[in-house]
C-alpha cells in the first residue's frame, strides 16, 4: 500500500493537508471527517487505515484552522469552511481518477459529512459513525431557554476588545472550563491515547457558536438517493442515540442503522472490540454501493 502526505486547496483557496493511502489496484475511495478539534492521525486515521488495508484508497485530512491545513483561525471551529473542505477533498480524489467516492464522518463529523453528501452529487455513499447532529433530539438545541443562555455566554466572551479570538482548553482533568468537559474526552485526548504532533489542547471560545448553530440534521430528508449507513453505540452521553434514529428515520432509501453495544461515546475512537465491528459494517457498505 502506498501512503503519501498530500496538500490540495479548496475553493477559497485555503490549503489542506491529508494522508492518502492507496492500496495497489484500488479503483474506490473513501474520505474522512472526524470529532471535533481532532486531526487526521487521531480517529479519522484509525478508520482510514482500517478502510485501507479492507482495499479502499483513504484520504484523511486536517480541516482548515487545524492540524497541518492552512486557515484562518488558528484552532477555531469553522461549520461552513469544513463543508468547502469535505467539497475539496471529494474533488481531489476525483481528481486522481477515482470515480466512486464515499464519505464516512465519526463524532461531529457525522453530522457535517450528513450535509455535504446531501449537497455533493458526487458522493456515491456515505457512513456516520456515532455521530452528533446539531438540531437533532437529545442535543443541545431542546434544551430550551438554557440554549439560548449558553450562546449569549459564548457571544459575551468569544473575542477580546479589539477583535482577538479568546482560546480555552479543549479537554482538561482538573475540573476547569474547557470546550469538552469531563473524564471521557479527557480520556482519549488528553492522554497519549490520541497522541498526534499536530493535535493542541487549545481551541476558540467562539467554536462553541459554531457547534450550537449549524444544522444538519435537515440534511437526512434530502440524502436519499445516496446510500446511508448509521453505525452508532446504545450508550453516548455525548452523541445521543435518539439524534442518530431521528437522522435514519429521515432519511429515504437506501438505508441502514446499526447499533453497537458501546459503554461510552469514544468506544469508537479507538476500542479495538467496537472499531472493529464498525469497520466491518463500513466495508460491506462500501464494497455494495461504491
Known amino acids: 500500500?502506498?501512503?503519501?502526505?498530500?496538500?490540495?486547496?479548496?475553493?477559497?483557496?485555503?490549503?489542506?493537508?491529508?494522508?492518502?493511502?492507496?492500496?495497489?489496484?484500488?479503483?474506490?475511495?473513501?474520505?474522512?471527517?472526524?470529532?471535533?478539534?481532532?486531526?487526521?492521525?487521531?480517529?479519522?486515521?484509525?478508520?482510514?487505515?482500517?478502510?485501507a488495508r479492507a482495499g479502499f484508497a483513504t484520504l484523511a485530512f486536517d480541516h482548515r484552522n487545524y492540524g497541518e491545513s492552512g486557515g484562518a483561525i488558528r484552532r477555531h471551529e469553522d461549520a461552513a469552511g469544513k463543508l468547502t473542505d469535505l467539497r475539496a477533498a471529494v474533488g481531489h480524489l476525483g481528481a486522481l481518477g477515482f470515480q466512486r467516492i464515499g464519505l464516512t464522518g465519526v463524532c461531529l463529523g457525522g453530522g457535517y459529512a450528513l450535509k455535504a453528501a446531501a449537497q455533493d452529487p458526487r458522493v456515491a455513499a456515505?457512513?456516520?459513525?456515532?455521530?452528533?447532529?446539531?438540531?437533532?433530539?437529545?442535543?443541545?438545541?431542546?434544551?430550551?431557554?438554557?440554549y439560548r443562555e449558553a450562546l449569549r455566554d459564548i457571544w459575551d466572551h468569544a473575542w477580546t476588545e479589539d477583535g482577538q479570538p479568546?482560546?480555552?482548553?479543549?479537554?482538561?482533568?482538573?475540573?476547569?472550563?474547557?470546550?469538552?468537559?469531563?473524564?471521557?474526552?479527557?480520556?482519549?485526548?488528553?492522554t497519549e491515547r490520541s497522541y498526534s504532533p499536530h493535535?493542541?489542547?487549545?481551541?476558540?471560545?467562539?467554536?462553541?457558536?459554531?457547534?450550537?448553530?449549524?444544522?444538519?440534521l435537515a440534511a437526512a430528508d434530502l440524502i436519499s438517493p445516496t446510500p446511508l449507513l448509521v453505525v452508532h453505540g446504545t450508550t453516548d452521553e455525548f452523541c445521543s442515540p435518539e439524534g442518530a434514529k431521528a437522522v435514519y428515520d429521515r432519511a429515504g432509501e437506501p438505508k441502514k442503522i446499526?447499533?453497537?453495544?458501546?459503554?461510552?461515546h469514544i468506544d469508537l475512537y479507538d476500542v479495538p472490540e467496537f472499531v472493529h465491528q464498525a469497520v466491518d459494517e463500513l466495508t460491506a457498505f462500501f464494497s455494495e454501493h461504491l
Not at 471527517?33 to 486515521?45: A, D, L, R, S
Not at 479537554?171 to 469538552?180: E, L
Not at 446499526?258 to 461510552?264: E, F, I, K, M, S
Request: hydrophobic letters at 40%; one cysteine or more.
Open 1 to 51: 500500500m502506498n501512503t503519501e502526505r498530500v496538500e490540495f486547496r479548496a475553493e477559497d483557496g485555503t490549503s489542506l493537508v491529508g494522508i492518502l493511502r492507496r492500496p495497489a489496484g484500488a479503483t474506490r475511495a473513501v474520505t474522512f471527517t472526524g470529532p471535533f478539534t481532532g486531526v487526521k492521525e487521531q480517529v479519522v486515521g484509525t478508520y482510514a487505515d482500517a478502510l
Open 126 to 146: 456515505l457512513a456516520c459513525v456515532a455521530g452528533a447532529y446539531p438540531g437533532a433530539p437529545g442535543s443541545f438545541a431542546h434544551r430550551g431557554g438554557a
Open 166 to 190: 479568546v482560546y480555552q482548553k479543549a479537554v482538561t482533568d482538573d475540573g476547569g472550563p474547557a470546550a469538552m468537559m469531563g473524564a471521557e474526552p479527557f480520556e482519549y485526548y488528553g
Open 199 to 216: 493535535w493542541e489542547n487549545s481551541v476558540t471560545v467562539a467554536s462553541g457558536y459554531q457547534t450550537m448553530t449549524v444544522d444538519t
Open 258 to 264: 446499526v447499533w453497537l453495544p458501546t459503554t461510552n
